[in-house]
């Protein structure tokens, strides 16, 4: 199964991605963990990314697509993917169809979130002291102020993604303010339908 997991910060999509890499034993792919990881590790991809990330805009397509195209050649993706936080753009989600092209390859759905924007921010505080709480560190970018241009960014560039998935057939939606397990089930009876089909 070749996924893309779709929806602002805040809305699920790791969490669910998660209970899928399981199901179906595929690996989750979220460029933002591969750009922190670049980031910590201190790469020139990481060095660039961080200014960018920590004001919550968004990294250039370009180098998010490379990042990608690389990843998915990863002998783990033989049996599919999902992709948490990637594609953002419409640039980026022709430059997927691209790479999948070039493989032969194909998606097979896009699962959008749908939220009450008025609870993410919740959400993310909610996360912020989960994550302290567990001894963890807290992602420099979940804070008040750069959540709201996350969201600011996810409106401007990663919205127009549902009419260009409605477009070329992929696009399932999903209630993502149901209880995790509620949202996992709606996700898996989706997915069977489109495996189906
Ligand atoms: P995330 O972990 O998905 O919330 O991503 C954290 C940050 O990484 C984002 O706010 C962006 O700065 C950057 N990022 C992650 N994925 C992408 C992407 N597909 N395109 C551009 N920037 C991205």
Do not use: W
């Not at 199964?1 to 179906?24: D, E, N, R």
């Not at 999948?100 to 009450?116: N, P, Q």
């Amino acid at each position: 199964m070749k996924l893309i997991f779709l929806g602002p910060p805040g809305a699920g999509k790791g969490t669910q991605a998660k209970i899928f890499t399981q199901k179906y034993d595929i690996p989750q792919l979220s460029t933002g963990d591969m750009l922190r990881a670049a980031v910590a590790a201190g790469t020139e991809v990481g060095k660039k990314a961080k200014a960018i990330m920590d004001k919550g805009g968004l990294v250039p397509d370009e180098v998010v697509n490379q990042i990608v195209a690389d990843r998915i050649s990863e002998s783990d993706c033989i049996n599919g993917f999902i992709l948490d936080g990637y594609p953002r753009t419409v640039g980026q989600a022709k430059a997927l169809f691209d790479i999948l092209k070039s493989r032969g390859t194909d998606l097979d759905a896009v699962i959008e979130f749908e939220v009450d924007e008025d609870k993410l921010l919740e959400r993310m505080k909610k996360r912020v002291e989960e994550t302290l709480k567990a001894g963890g560190e807290v992602r420099s970018d979940d804070n008040p102020e750069t959540f709201a241009k996350r969201l600011a960014e996810y409106h401007e560039k990663t919205a127009p993604l549902s009419k260009f998935y409605t477009e070329t057939g992929h696009l399932h939606t999903v209630d993502g303010m149901a209880e995790i397990s509620a949202v996992a089930a709606e996700v898996e009876k989706l997915l069977k339908e489109a495996e189906a089909s």
